[in-house]
């Protein structure tokens, strides 16, 4: 499945080599509306406070580019890892950056490129991908599976009637549907998001928050990194 957002057109990459992450990075904490309970993101808001954002971000990938849903019976080691190139139309179908969307250590979600990748268009690539994923919020396909945190507690997360959860497996309100969450509430958790209106020429909704370590011996835990190509200019 591909999806075009700017100059870019993305798609999965379920073959890509899992070399060390790169230390240009982008979290999606930086692309986040800066008061996401304002905005109707409630639920988003307070996967962002536990650190699992991830739980989100693995259900938008599936649903916008037909990621694989773990399965229940797994014990995944983190919440979201997924390989995705972008590339554009001047570039030939091999041709491409491939970068990589993942929970880290610290339980953020990023999306790492590797050192071939040019700063400035790493950025414009990780800034169309979380519009990607920000562009209907709300639609989630439900999935379950189980991980285990910094402390090697089991933790069970996923979407079940459209709602994220993300804690001990135990816990009989962890998975509350959305429609008696929604009640409670007196709304639905999205319902005064609207991204189309949010946006503006200079995306200035955006954070744009960036990360560049200098740190050349920065241990990668055991996930891996990419090489990828590609310069173009673009201006979107």
């Given at each position: 499945?591909?999806?075009?957002q700017g100059a870019?057109?993305?798609?999965l ?9 790169s230390?240009t990075?982008?979290?999606l ?5 800066k008061?996401m309970k304002k905005?109707?993101l ?17 259900s938008?990938?599936m649903?916008?580019?037909g990621?694989?849903?773990p399965e229940e019976?797994d014990t995944t ?26 929970a880290?250590?610290?339980g953020?979600?990023?999306v790492?490129?590797?050192?071939k990748?040019k700063?400035e268009?790493a950025?414009?690539?990780a800034?169309a ?7 209907e919020?709300?639609?989630?396909d ?8 910094s ?9 079940r ?11 009989e ?15 639905g ?5 609207d991204?189309v ?16 370590d200098?740190?050349?011996d ?7 990194s990419?090489?990828g190509i ?7």
């Open positions: 499945m591909k999806v075009h870019y057109t993305f798609s990459e379920l073959d890509a080599p899992l070399i060390r992450p230390k990075s982008s979290a904490v930086d692309a986040l509306p008061n905005e109707g409630q639920n988003l808001s307070k996967l962002v406070d536990q650190k699992a954002e991830g739980v989100w971000a693995q938008r990938l649903v916008a580019f990621l694989t849903a019976s080691p983190t919440v979201v890892d997924a390989s995705l190139k972008a590339g554009t139309d001047a570039e030939d179908e091999e041709e491409g950056v491939i970068f990589r969307c993942l880290d250590k610290d953020r979600t990023r790492h490129f590797d050192g990748a700063k268009e950025k414009r690539i800034n991908f979380w519009k990607i994923l920000l562009s919020p709300a639609e989630l439900d999935y379950a599976a189980e991980t285990v945190d402390s090697g507690a089991k933790v069970a997360y996923g979407v009637d459209g709602r994220c959860f993300y804690g001990d497996p135990d816990d309100d962890i998975d509350i549907p959305a429609v008696a969450a929604a009640a409670a509430a007196g709304k958790a999205f319902d005064d998001f991204p209106a949010m946006v503006d020429d200079d995306d200035d909704w955006m954070r744009s928050g960036w990360e560049d200098d740190d050349e920065e241990d990668d835990g055991g996930f891996g990419f090489s590609g310069d173009d200019e673009d201006d979107y």
